[in-house]
């Protein structure tokens, strides 16, 4: 069976400070990983993912991800927070059949 | 890009009330998900559709059903509306791995619905 835990429902960056927000995941089958992010009032979108390949991933606003499957982490990162990066975060693994499996979330607070 | 539009941003119902949750994909996806959000829960799966006619239990099916006509359309009822069906729901739509090599399983979300029940 597959799952993700999200450590910490909520992380407090000063801006311009490093921004890691943690993720753990089980599976049974070869992961597909998602970091999805979720601004107030709106639904998800999708900041990056990892299929196979480069264990490194980039995406969107500067966020990045390694995969590391010895550790089964998958965690966000971002250098230098901004206050627009204010939303909540959640990641993701493949599921059973066409399902997704998401983390209960992690909201980023970013102070001034 | 990817299109997934939700009937209603905000909707308040009565107790006992039939409530129909309306989503359409554009993307010719032959998956489609609803969810609810709630506070501290994250995600949560009520059904999911993978083709036309075709629909499956997700994690929270009880006082939920849902229909699928067309494959642009995934509709959500709550048969007899209660307060604790209060929540934020979410639908989603995804490729199906033989739709796509470069993102199967990569859901895209409508804006959300925020139900209240009084």
Known sequence: ?????????????????????????????????????????????LLLK???????????????AEFKKSETSFHLTKPSAHMSDAAEYFCAVR????????GAGTRLFVKA | DVKV??????????????VFLECVQDMDHENMFWYRQDPGLGLRLIYFSYDVKMKEKGDIPEGYSVSREKKERF??????????????????SSPSPVQTVL??????????TRLTVT
């Open chain 2, 103 to 112: 993102s199967p399983y990569e859901q895209y979300f409508g804006p959300g």
């Open chain 1, 95 to 102: 599921g059973g059949g066409f399902k997704t499996i998401f």
């Open chain 2, 5 to 18: 539009t939700q009937s209603s941003r905000y909707l308040v119902k009565r107790t006992g009330e039939k």
């Open chain 2, 75 to 92: 509709s959500l009822i709550l048969e007899s509306a209660s307060t604790n069906q209060t929540s934020m729901y979410l639908c989603a």
């Open chain 1, 1 to 45: 069976a597959q799952s993700v835990t999200q450590l910490g429902s909520h992380v407090s960056v000063s801006e311009g400070a490093l921004v890691l927000l943690r993720c753990n995941y089980s599976s049974s089958v070869p992961p597909y990983l998602f970091w999805y992010v979720q601004y107030p009032n709106q639904g998800l979108q």
């Open chain 1, 50 to 64: 990892y299929t196979t390949g480069a264990t490194l991933v980039k995406g969107i606003n500067g966020f990045e």
